[in-house]
């Protein structure tokens, strides 16, 4: 037989005590964790008013069937112009590729060399740069062909090692051209040249 002994009043005391931090302890870490709940920012979710335009430069239509050549012509298209591709997917459509390149600009060189003349200060200027340039294909719906959208972005380190930039390349030339060059290499491979 198993006796039950009662604690004493000022123990049971203690333990509502304790039942009671335990409880406010467990509603302030809720409290807190609710807290650092971030919502996305509306702003974030609108297009900018050039979006569209942006999107219409960076997009053509090539009247083919034929995906897989498509692809073929903007991956050959992207090496010759001195990019390595890291990531292709023919039966996604994707192509992702990058270049490294000098990002050294004159006048930053300049003011940095009168900063640190002036001042004895090193400030850190734009060193190297990488060129990243996705290429993704899309079935056009309403006719025979594909819209193939090209999107690149360069990302900037400083002789410090640091990112100094990130940013799109949004040159409207940029992409008129790479798509001539394009429609050529389309043409050619179709004719088996």
Known sequence: MTSHITPPRSERRFDRRRSAVRLAGTAACALALGACQQSVPKAALQLSP??????QAQTRVFETS????????SAALLQDLGFTLDESEVDL????ASKNRDATEVGQ???????AVLFGADVPVDDEQKI?????TRKLQERNGYAVRLTMQRIV?????KV???????????YQEFFDKLSKSVFLEAQEL
């Open 66 to 73: 034929d995906e897989a050549q498509l692809l073929s012509a």
């Open 132 to 136: 990243r340039a996705a290429l993704v």
């Open 50 to 55: 050039d979006s569209l335009q942006r999107r």
């Open 164 to 174: 100094s930039k990130t940013e799109p390349l949004d040159d409207a030339q940029m």
């Open 157 to 161: 380190w400083n002789t410090d090692g």
């Open 109 to 115: 060189v300049v003011g940095a060399v009168v900063v």
């Open 93 to 96: 459509g994707v192509i992702v």
